[in-house]
């Protein structure tokens, strides 16, 4: 019985081997402009839509005073929540190229790595994506466009990609259990029950876990099910996605991940400050912002649109916010981490050589 290891030396020709297949799978899931216009993302923006009206109607929002909030905002605290949230790209960088480097993408195996720049330049691009088509296409994107500025195989940087989807998954839900434990021993809250909430992070997480495992220690039980001209892309997948958990590597992974998330519920604090909201603490405010980027990892809509401005709004006023300026945060918030990668990235997109 073939044992996987996380140290095995992968031979050169692995990267080469189904190079057919590999480019109909790759190209079966990447072209921008015909997904702009499939049924599903015209589908995914449509259910965004039907939550925001939903929403409106059910929670009755002033949207004078909601705007009128937004015009008050103190630009120094918002302009802060921006670069804190910008500054995630470079760390998520520096992650990504450690996981490349353990999947062992380098001048050995035929791989010539962008530098740090053009990493984080590609993950921006998948950002970008993410934002405009649902089912986090833009993970895709990402594998497509290291594949074509980096001869990299396309299905083991999926497969980095999934390990590291795994590990935000992993801390964001610890995370949000700890602020969650924090936040409602502190502050009185109308919450009654938060199993919904902690139910949807577990069923994520322990999905991503089985599926994990699975691929680490049945992965020749999976192989038997899968058909033998796809074996070569399924082999460079499962390795890509096991490499990511490197032992020499983990604790690294894990820290820098933890930096990323911690940033994420610092942008939603600054956001909170440019609104004048100060009564919460930062302990709520990061669970806040957690249970909002849980959300994104729904592949029904575009990056969460229209569920994740109803979960912020939600969890405020459950924090006795009062609506309409939850309903601010939701929106100003939204317009750092959502608008703000559509308008740039959009920008990037145009202009970039790596597209």
């Not at 996380?6 to 480019?23: G, N, S, T």
């Not at 079966?28 to 049924?39: E, G, M, P, T």
């Not at 956001?271 to 909002?292: C, E, K, P, R, Y």
């Amino acid at each position: 019985m073939r044992k996987n290891t996380l140290e095995e030396k992968l031979p050169v020709e692995m990267f080469d081997d189904e190079l057919e297949d590999e480019q109909e799978v790759e190209a079966s899931y990447i072209s921008l402009k015909d997904r702009l216009l499939d049924v599903k993302t015209l589908l995914g923006f449509g259910i965004s839509a039907a939550i925001i009206v939903f929403f409106i109607l059910t929670v009755k929002i002033d949207f004078a005073t909601t705007f009128d909030n937004i015009l008050k905002a103190n630009l120094l605290y918002l302009l802060a929540a921006f670069a804190l949230y910008y500054s995630t790209f470079l760390i998520r960088g520096i992650r990504w190229r450690m996981l490349l480097r353990n999947a062992r993408f380098d001048q050995e195996h035929g791989v010539t790595l962008p530098p740090l720049p053009g990493l984080i330049e590609i993950i921006f691009l998948s950002w970008f994506v993410n934002c405009i088509v649902p089912a986090k296409l833009g993970d895709a994107y990402r594998g497509y466009l290291l594949k074509k500025n980096a001869n990299a195989s396309f299905s083991r940087t999926l497969g980095t990609i999934f390990g590291e989807r795994v590990a935000d998954l992993l801390v964001l839900f610890s995370l949000l259990c700890f602020g969650g434990a924090v936040a409602f021993s502190r502050v009185e809250s109308k919450f009654t029950d938060l199993s919904l909430i902690f139910a949807l992070g577990g069923v994520l997480v322990l999905g991503m876990a089985v599926g994990l495992l699975t691929l680490r220690f049945y992965s020749h039980k999976i192989e038997k099910f899968i058909p033998e001209r796809l074996h070569g892309i399924y082999h460079k997948f499962q390795q890509g996605t096991v490499s990511t958990f490197h032992r020499k590597t983990l604790f690294k992974l894990y820290f820098l991940t933890g930096i990323i998330w911690m940033l994420e519920g610092m942008r939603l604090f600054f956001v909170m400050q440019a609104l004048g909201i100060t009564g919460l603490g930062l302990s709520v405010t990061i669970f806040v912002a957690l249970t909002s980027s849980l959300l994104t990892t729904l592949p029904f809509t575009p990056a969460g649109l229209g569920a994740v401005e109803g979960a912020v709004v939600g969890v405020l006023t459950a924090f006795s916010v009062e609506k309409n300026m939850a309903a601010s945060v939701a929106i100003l918030d939204r317009v750092v981490n959502y608008w703000s990668i559509i308008l740039i990235g959009g920008l990037v997109y145009i202009f970039s050589r790596k597209k």
